[in-house]
């Protein structure tokens, strides 16, 4: 709050150096910051800013008597600042003497007071004004009073039962019920909270079929499974068909000559001839040799006769 005062008339003054009446305020349990501007010269003269320089510390007080033995109702011993002709003062009407003095009463008038004190601790200002101090309707808060019965549900109550969890169920016949809507499901029911009572069956507003949604895109590759067990074995299928001849393979070295075995000895009769002149009858070498021999008898004895 921002308060000006005239050091030269003792009076309050605005900013513009002129009498202000009317006198501020503090409540019970503030802690104010007043900023007092401390201006010299006459009344409605341009302001001039007092001069603090031989001060070199402030005190403050607000008190409703004039009893030096008693604590007044506030006290500032440290903090107050001065610059250029101004003040600033921190207050605390939360203090035990000013409940006390405003205890039953809306207001009570007293006076505020800063000092200046100089070097050997000399009083060298003395500031006053009147201020009014006002009391609090509720200082200390607490619970809510108690509402007078209305038949009409609290605002409290409503937030604690909409905020209850709601639960649904689902039906297809209005008997038998599940937590989860499968399909042939036609009827539902809610309640509140785990105590709540179930409402009644009403049919669940199915809506038409909407179309179909873009699709998703493929997710990320699950790890690979674990492998399966071997099944068992299939029956044998049809014979293929025989595969084209290979190309034929080097031919071989020649093998060594074996020894000459003993002659061998056949009969003649056993002997076929190939008779190419169809000079003889018989088709073995015994037969042809007898028909040979057979003629050459033959000749002679023509031989002879001659």
């Known amino acids: 709050m921002d308060l000006y005062y005239n050091l030269t008339r003792q009076c309050r003054v605005d900013e ?35 001069d603090l320089s031989g001060i070199a510390a402030f005190r403050a007080a607000v008190d409703m008597d004039w009893t030096v033995s ?15 002709g101004v003040l600033t003062i921190p207050l605390d009407a939360n203090t035990v003497r000013f409940g006390a003095v405003l205890d039953g009463a809306a207001s009570r008038e007293a006076r505020f007071e800063v000092r200046g004190l100089d070097t050997d601790g000399n009083t060298v200002l003395i500031v006053q004004f009147p201020v009014s101090c006002h009391n609090v309707v509720d200082p200390e ?19 604690a039962v909409v905020s209850r969890e709601l639960y649904v169920q689902f039906s297809a016949d209005g008997t038998n019920w599940h937590s989860s809507l499968t399909t042939g499901d036609v009827c539902e ?15 669940i507003p199915y809506g038409p079929q909407g179309p179909a949604g873009p699709q998703g895109e493929a997710g990320a590759t699950g790890p690979q ?30 093998g060594a ?24 009858t018989s088709d073995n070498v015994e037969g042809a040799l007898q028909e040979i021999g057979a003629a050459l008898d033959g000749v002679e004895t023509s031989l002879e006769e001659i």
Not at 195 to 202: M, N, V
Request: hydrophobic letters at 25%.
């Open 257 to 280: 000559t074996g020894p000459q075995g003993p002659a061998g000895t056949a009969d003649a009769e056993d002997v076929a001839i190939t008779d190419a002149g169809g000079y003889f």
């Open 70 to 84: 008693t604590v007044p109702m506030c006290r500032t011993v440290s903090g107050i600042t001065a610059a250029s």
């Open 225 to 254: 499974g674990p492998q399966g067990e071997t099944g068992a074995t299939g029956p044998q299928g049809p014979k293929g068909d025989t595969g084209a001849t290979g190309p034929q393979g080097p031919k071989g070295d020649t």
């Open 141 to 159: 808060g607490g619970e809510a009073p108690e509402e007078t019965p209305s038949g009409y549900a609290t605002e409290a109550y409503v937030d």
């Open 16 to 50: 513009n150096n002129c009498r202000l009446a009317g006198d501020p305020v503090i409540y019970f349990g503030q802690k104010p910051e007043w900023t007092l501007h401390l201006f010299s010269g006459e009344l409605g003269e341009t302001p001039t800013a007092a």
């Open 189 to 203: 029911r809610v309640k509140h909270g785990g105590t709540g009572e179930w409402s009644d069956a009403f049919l």
